[in-house]
Nanobody, 126 residues
Framework: VQLQASGGGLVQAGGSLRLSCAAS????????MAWFRQAPGKEREFVAA????????LYAGSLKGRVTISADSAKKTVDLRMYSLKPEDTAVYLC????????????????????WGQGTLVTVSS
């Protein structure tokens, strides 16, 4: 599975951004798709996940209310919309996919994901 993330860039604090992840396939290999982020010197952090079964969405508690994840089955894309961005949101945002239908407790765990894209850089200026 190939995952291509796009949409990153430089944005001012308080602004919004939409990231998009295009998957090479929409099969059982991508039962759950998600976004993680990694800031310089920090560990990867779960942002949000989309489970195709039931079209369920899962969010990191710390970001809930500022991010929205959505998906388009026909386009095989999963979008992440971010609002009220802060400088601490600066990170490389990574698109990932899992063969499993992850539940809330499983979605934030990196080892549950089988495929990782290259990421897109988001920089929020103060």
């Amino acid at each position: 599975v190939q995952l291509q993330a796009s949409g990153g860039g430089l944005v001012q604090a308080g602004g919004s951004l939409r990231l998009s992840c295009a998957a090479s396939e929409r099969t059982s290999n991508t039962n759950t798709m998600a976004w993680f982020r990694q800031a310089p010197g920090k560990e990867r952090e779960f942002v949000a996940a989309f489970r195709w079964s039931g079209r369920n969405t899962l969010y990191a508690g710390s970001l809930k209310g500022r991010v929205t994840i959505s998906a388009d089955s026909a386009k095989k894309t999963v979008d992440l919309r971010m609002y009220s961005l802060k400088p601490e949101d600066t990170a490389v945002y990574l698109c990932v996919a899992s063969t499993m239908r992850l539940i809330t407790s499983e979605a934030p765990i990196t080892r549950n994901y089988d495929y990782w894209g290259q990421g897109t850089l988001v920089t929020v200026s103060s």
